[in-house]
């Protein structure tokens, strides 16, 4: 095998330690792909004219729902027949805990499935929408322009997991992922994602720099879910099945769910193209 074609991919999972405890890259990067979002929306607030007390609660909502929505997500999607097998393990889908012979272990939470973090953070935002008296589109919207900053980051950590991986290639190009004891090539499905991402973003802030007067139509909550979900839907296509009952099947579980995402966000692209919300003067 040329290896000269090949990354050899064996970094440490974590960046440094801090009084004894480990900082992992997946912990900061998810902090910093949060953080990203918080300031873009905080930026957005400010354009619309939106009192900056009514933003400050909408950063707790959010990460609230979506780590809840995460986790039940991993939990009921891809092994609800652990989870729901005991009620011991049924505890452990709720807290960062694992039973084990020796007591308990804490463990953080192992397994976070991005599709039910989106439907966490949607019930997140309608409950805030609710409680602050914020358009719910409008907050969407905002929200919706930079959800790919939080995506990107999150593929980054789990690459620096080495986690989520790709399919061998079959060639000598690709990354060789040494800590799961492999000497061949896969492909880097979590890079992939990440740069595209990182691409949805540029674009979204781009047609929101030119189009804030879509602000509200469910456009750019639509563009957000639709490109997002129907990359994810391809590029699943390159990746290795993540739990046992995904082999044989001819789309996997993040392909079937995948496809009801992409569609609402095909509808909201187009029923916000034609109801255009012209309540912020373009710049």
Known sequence: MNTFLSVIWNPSSELCRVFGLPLRYYSLLWVVGLA??????????????????????????CFISILI???????????????????????????????????????GYRGLASHGGTIGIFIGIVLYCRKYKVKLLECVDMIGVATPSTAACI?????????????????????????LGEDF??????????????????????IYRKHKELVGTGFYFGF??????????FVEFCKEVQVDFEKGMALDMGQLLSIPFAV????????????????????
């Not at 990203?36 to 400050?56: H, M, N, S, W």
């Not at 079959?170 to 060789?176: A, E, K, N, R, S």
């Open 185 to 206: 090539p896969r492909h880097p499905a979590q890079l992939y994602e990440a740069v595209a991402y990182a691409v949805i973003l540029v674009i979204s802030l781009l």
């Open 69 to 107: 929505g995460c986790r039940l997500g991993h939990c009921i999607f891809y092994q609800p027949e652990y989870y729901f097998s005991s009620f011991q393990h049924f505890i452990e889908m709720l807290l960062p805990i694992e039973f084990t012979p020796a007591g308990v272990k804490l463990v």
């Open 155 to 179: 593929r980054l950590g789990n690459l620096m997991n080495s986690e989520i991986v790709g399919k061998a290639t079959g060639t000598d190009w690709g990354f060789i992922f040494v800590q």
């Open 224 to 233: 957000c879910l639709a490109t997002i979900f129907i990359f994810r839907f």
């Open 36 to 61: 990203a979002a918080y300031f873009l929306v905080k930026k957005f607030y400010k354009d619309r004219g939106i009192k900056e007390e009514t933003f400050e609660p909408l950063f707790l909502y």
């Open 264 to 283: 609402v966000g095909v509808y909201f692209v187009i029923r916000g193209l034609k109801k255009r919300v012209g309540t912020v003067p373009v710049k």
